[in-house]
């Protein structure tokens, strides 16, 4: 099979406002119909209950099996929702998707290391200092972590918004 001379460009993507818009600029902006496009959502692991919790409630291996359906549905929803941005803008770019456990900033930062990536696309939240300090931001940990260029796309304030 013939390798393609295009770029590999990692894009994180989730359930925000701000990761559609990033998707989607970079898709207008940055990539061409040679690059492939690697989405990856990365899911937050889900906390290890106790058969009672510190708050006295009972988990059931149920409730337990029901928390991680929801969030394979998530997962598969923001992938779905994701691609259908990217089959809107060229449906002759290669677009593949990956979804991964763990904290989004070490996740994002092993695959674009891992899969030797040309660029990574990353949204901005626009969290304040106070949220951004409690939080911690993914974008600019993931800035000064990976070794390939960042881009930090904003979405603009919907009354800068031409569209």
Not at 27 to 50: E, F, G
Not at 65 to 87: F, G, H, R, W, Y
Not at 88 to 102: H, K, L, N, P, S
Request: proline share 3%; with cysteine.
């Amino acid at each position: 099979m013939a390798e393609k001379n295009g770029r590999k460009i990692l894009v994180a993507v989730d359930e925000s406002d701000e990761s559609g818009y990033a998707l989607s600029w970079c898709l207008k902006t940055l990539s061409n119909s040679n690059d492939t496009l690697v989405l990856i959502y990365a899911v937050q692991p889900r906390p290890v209950y106790t058969a009672i919790d510190s708050t006295g409630y009972l988990f059931t291996a149920d409730i337990i099996a029901n928390m991680e359906i929801l969030s394979n549905q998530v997962a598969q929803s923001v992938i779905d929702k994701a691609k259908k941005i990217c089959s809107e803008f060229d449906d002759q770019i290669t677009v593949e998707a990956m979804v991964e456990t763990g904290d989004p900033r070490d996740v994002i930062c092993e695959m674009a290391d891992k899969l030797k990536v040309d660029f990574l696309v990353l949204g901005s939240h626009g969290y304040g200092t106070i949220k951004r300090a409690f939080l911690g931001s993914v974008s600019n940990h993931c800035a000064h972590k990976v070794k390939c260029p960042v881009l930090i796309v904003k979405k603009p304030k919907s009354n800068d918004a031409h569209h």
